[in-house]
């Protein structure tokens, strides 16, 4: 978001432009830790309930909102949420296909088990993730699959739970289609003002997650078995080798997206293949791509559920964006990204990247481990930090998601990723914790990619 003349002044002093985004974090920590309330909704919300309280310490509650809807109408903002409206036909699509039943049984002919299951799951699942771009769908369609399978193929409880854990985190980080990728992607921009191309993004993007992947893999196949316990047999749940066939829509769409730059491209061409596909196949019949319920004068089909699905999302991202744009238009956001770029650290990339990690941290932290808030808010800061520091647009992207969706997205008692895998699993929020351990490896990926130099090049 491009700096602005400071339109706003609040009583108290700029601080207290902080306010909106100090009660919205306070929701999100009441919402996770007091209610554990898991949903999009409900920090929409919040992030309205932060606006119409927050704007009453603005000394024009008027031009409060004006900025508000500036923020709201950017480029930015606009283009995240059509992106996502796009995105959740194909990722519902993907859905209603069972592709995880697939994976199911790819292990029953196999015959994989022990530590093996735990780092076939997380395959399984950063496959799965990857292909619908939704962590959280992830975790909720893979945990009662692949989870009850682990503890009888002799797979530790905690890496299990982990691994599933870790493969939703990844598909997140590395989806193009995923709503951290393009909140990431959009947030920052080249010097000419236009957003990071998601294809871009995500093609160099793709060696980070890739490394962070194959070493979290090895180390699940090593030690994901360590006291479980093998009970013979063979898993049938859920197994159906002909959702596997989804799976060439699924790399059409990744492939059109990356070489042409194009989401919208890569949608339509996935979407459009992923139906015919489906359809041949017999996956689903035509009534679940579109069909009329007369009797309750209402249309369905995965194509309506997918963009229902998406829509608290959508107003999530609003919400943050009118947030920004109260924070641009006081002049805040500029004032930290100044702060940071005139300390000493702040002066080379190395430790202006640095300090921008440790600020997506907190605020990842902060906001409950959801990914999608924290990118949206700490965005604009580190693009701006980015371009004063000529650090390629999609370098700060990746870093920007990449640290987001690493250790502290996995924070205990502070992730809500965490929280579901612990009711999904009745396992505590340190044990699942402790077996995601793709966020342990991609953290330190990126760590040693900034100390390094690895990966950093500049925009001009």
């Not at 994989?112 to 399984?124: D, N, V, Y």
């Amino acid at each position: 978001m491009e700096a602005r003349q400071n339109l706003l002044t609040f009583r108290g002093g700029i601080l207290f432009s902080l306010i909106p985004l100090l009660i919205y974090v306070f929701f999100c920590v009441v919402l996770f830790i007091c209610f554990k309330a898991f949903n999009m909704e409900a920090l929409a919300v919040g992030g309205f309930l932060a606006l119409l309280a927050g704007g009453l310490f603005c000394t024009s509650y008027k031009a409060f909102w004006d900025s508000v809807i500036k923020g709201i109408s950017s480029i930015t903002s606009v283009s995240v949420v059509i992106i996502l409206l796009l995105v959740g036909m194909f990722s519902q699509l993907i859905k209603t296909c069972g592709l995880s039943g697939g994976f199911v049984w790819i292990a029953n002919t196999l015959g994989i088990h022990g530590g093996f299951f735990a780092a076939f799951t997380f395959l399984a699942t950063c496959i799965v993730s990857t292909a619908t771009g939704s962590s959280i769908g992830t975790m909720f369609i893979a945990f009662p699959i692949f989870y009850p399978a682990g503890m009888i193929l002799g797979a530790n409880e905690m890496f299990m739970a982990g691994s599933i854990v870790s493969g939703a985190i990844f598909g997140d980080n590395l989806a193009p289609i995923s709503d951290t990728t393009i909140a990431s992607a959009s947030t920052q921009q080249f010097a000419d003002g236009h957003p990071a191309d998601i294809g871009g993004v995500v093609s160099s993007r793709l060696p980070y997650s890739a490394v962070a992947g194959l070493i979290t893999i090895v180390i699940f196949a090593l030690f994901g078995g360590m006291g479980g316990t093998f009970q013979g047999g063979e898993i049938d749940a859920a197994a159906n080798p002909m959702s596997l066939i989804m799976l060439i829509p699924v790399v059409v769409m990744l492939t059109v997206s990356t070489k042409t730059r194009n989401i919208y491209a890569g949608i339509l061409a996935g979407l459009s293949l992923g139906t015919a596909v489906g359809l041949i196949a017999g996956l689903f019949p035509f009534s679940a791509v579109f069909a009329n319920d007369a009797a309750n004068n209402a249309a369905t089909g995965f194509l309506i559920d997918g963009v229902n699905s998406i829509l608290p999302t959508c107003a999530l991202v609003l919400s943050v964006f009118g947030i920004m744009g109260v924070l641009n238009d006081s002049g805040m956001l500029a004032r930290i990204a100044d702060k940071i770029l005139d300390s000493k650290m702040g002066q080379t990339s190395q430790g202006a990247e640095l300090i921008c990690m440790a600020g997506v941290s907190l605020t990842t932290i902060l906001l409950g481990g959801v990914t999608s808030a924290s990118i949206l808010t700490f965005g604009p800061i580190l693009n701006r930090i980015g371009a004063a520091r000529n650090i390629h647009p999609y370098r700060r992207a990746n870093l920007l998601d990449g640290t987001a969706n690493s250790l502290p997205a996995i924070i205990p008692f502070m992730s809500v990723f965490v929280f579901i895998g612990s009711a999904l699993t009745g396992l505590s929020p340190v044990v699942v914790a402790g077996g995601s351990l793709y966020g342990f490896v991609l953290f330190a990926v990126f760590l040693v990619s900034v100390l390094t130099g690895w990966g950093r090049r500049p925009e001009s």
